[in-house]
């Protein structure tokens, strides 16, 4: 079971030679690939702003995200904003700090190409 960054599961859905060879390897095979919701709405503020394109709403992307077998896509829940709370990292970003909760919490790896977040983390893997 893996949790995937916002950058992550981008590549991973829309830009697959993106990633590197291990993120490539962990996600392929990992079980579950956890999303948090968090990702979602990021990337639909992007799209909005212009700052990112897809090539479908972003109501269809988490659609069509939630048919794929693997994928599970975590509602942000109270234990995952407290943990964000209680995360001693300086970091500002509410959707890292809630993705690095979101895998603290489920004990999991987390596949990102963030590198604020790869120093923080300690089980990040890109």
Known sequence: ????????????TMAPERLTKRASTAIDGSSALLVSAISLW???VKAAKGKLQIPVSIREYSERLSLVERV??????LETWLMNLDLAWEHRDPADRTI??????RGCPLVTSDGAILDFYSDSIW
């Open 1 to 12: 079971m893996l949790v995937l960054d916002t950058s992550a599961l981008l590549y991973w």
């Open 72 to 77: 599970e896509i975590l509602d942000v829940d």
């Open 42 to 44: 990021e990337i639909g």
């Open 100 to 105: 690095v909760a979101t895998a603290s919490l």
